[in-house]
């Protein structure tokens, strides 16, 4: 069976294709141009990706459509970036501009006890504009104020996993999909889709 996944993050897709496996075929918005994404106006995970799918839905009839919204929150900055993930140093923000912010602001700070912090993902399947499912899932770990690694993407490497010594950017594709808040997300959502597909 095939889905469309509602994201101009083609990190997020390849991710979300390796998660899923073969048994399910995942195009993006690469492959359905008529898809458009209203604006990300709400102020939860939750919120953002109901308004992807429910939006995405309208535009690819009859499909399954997934949405992801995700981002990383750290503890000592009251849970920013959060939901602002995307756009932490300013609307048009690159990933390493988000990246540079996040250490400037770490490394502000005392530096005796480790930044705790997560990632977080909400996924939502739609269709017809109409919500099927909602799951969500998170990684815990620390943040460094040093990139390690080149992996990954977004905050990747800057993101230390409980249980592991290395980041994201240099732990491998295989390992970050079998624990990041994204495979934890999907992997709840996986059993809705079974009885979907
Ligand atoms: P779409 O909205 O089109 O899906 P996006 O990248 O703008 O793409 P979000 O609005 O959900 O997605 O923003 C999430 C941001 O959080 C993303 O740009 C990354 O900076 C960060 N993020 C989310 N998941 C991540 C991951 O697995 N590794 C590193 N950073 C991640």
């Not at 889905?3 to 492959?31: C, M, P, Y």
């Not at 009859?62 to 995700?70: E, I, M, P, T, Y």
């Amino acid at each position: 069976p095939s889905i469309v996944f509602a994201t101009s993050n083609a990190h997020k897709t390849e991710e979300v294709a390796a998660i899923l496996g073969d048994a399910w075929q995942v195009a993006d918005l690469r492959a359905h141009p008529g898809v458009t994404l209203d604006e990300e106006t709400g102020d939860t995970f939750e919120a953002n990706a109901i308004i992807k799918a429910v939006s995405g839905s309208r535009g690819a009839p009859g499909l399954l459509v997934l949405a992801d919204d995700s981002g990383l929150e750290v503890d000592i900055l009251g849970g920013a970036p959060g939901v602002r993930s995307a756009r932490y140093a300013g609307e048009t923000a690159t990933s390493a501009d988000n990246r540079a912010k996040l250490k400037t602001e770490l490394s502000k700070l005392p530096q005796d006890v480790p930044f705790t912090g997560r990632f977080h993902c909400c996924m939502v399947l739609a269709r017809d504009g109409k919500v099927l499912h909602i799951t969500h899932g998170s990684v815990e770990g620390r943040l460094l104020t040093q990139e390690v690694g080149e992996g990954g993407f977004g905050y990747d490497a800057l993101f230390i996993p409980d249980g592991y010594a290395d980041t994201f950017g240099v732990l491998s594709a295989e390992t970050k999909n079998q624990l990041s808040h994204r495979a934890r997300a999907l992997a709840a959502m996986k059993e809705q889709l079974a009885t979907l597909a």
